[in-house]
């Protein structure tokens, strides 16, 4: 009686182990952008000086800041689904606001253009 008793506990514990390092796994494996595109994200800026002053008063304070929600510039993995919608639903998206985004990522006065040069700057990977 002893010994089926004590081999399920040994496959229980046994399954429980392989849940525990799973879990773990998949914490580490989905975590957030990792450590150099927030630093990167931090201080870069594009390099066109009308687009750079645009994107610093507007898009910077969400896009740059790795505890947002957005995008953050130059994360590569979070840009691609986004332009792969195309470049006209972005703008849109933009115009409009989307989720913690407000209407024209607080740039009222930004012509499409001007959106599609940040847009384009923001998709650009951090390390090509
Ligand atoms: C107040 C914070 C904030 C500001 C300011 C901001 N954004 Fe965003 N942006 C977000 C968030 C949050 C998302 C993700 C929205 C979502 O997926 O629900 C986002 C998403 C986007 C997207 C992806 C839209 C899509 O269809 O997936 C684009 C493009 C974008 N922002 C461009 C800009 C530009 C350009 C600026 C500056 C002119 C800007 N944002 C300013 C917060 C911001």
């Given at each position: 009686?002893?010994?089926?008793?004590?081999?399920?506990?040994?496959?229980?514990?046994?399954?429980?182990?392989?849940?525990?390092?799973?879990?773990?796994?998949?914490?580490?494996?989905?975590?957030?952008?990792?450590?150099?595109?927030?630093?990167?994200?931090?201080?870069?800026t594009p390099n066109d000086p009308e687009t750079a002053e645009i994107y610093q008063r507007s898009c910077m304070a969400c896009?740059?800041?790795?505890?947002?929600?957005?995008?953050?510039?130059?994360?590569?993995?979070?840009?691609?689904?986004?332009?792969?919608k195309g470049m006209d639903t972005l703008l849109n998206n933009v115009v409009s606001g989307m989720g913690g985004m407000p209407?024209?990522?607080?740039?009222?006065?930004?012509?499409?253009?001007?959106?599609?040069?940040?847009?384009?700057?923001?998709?650009?990977?951090?390390?090509?």
């Open positions: 009686m002893i010994l089926p008793n004590f081999s399920l506990r040994s496959a229980l514990s046994a399954v429980f182990a392989l849940v525990v390092t799973a879990l773990s796994t998949a914490c580490t494996g989905t975590a957030g952008p990792s450590e150099d595109i927030v630093e990167y994200a931090r201080s870069a896009h740059g800041n790795g505890a947002s929600d957005a995008p953050l510039t130059g994360n590569h993995t979070a840009w691609q689904p986004r332009m792969d209407p024209y990522g607080l740039c009222m006065d930004c012509n499409a253009a001007e959106f599609q040069a940040l847009i384009t700057f923001m998709a650009t990977p951090a390390k090509p």
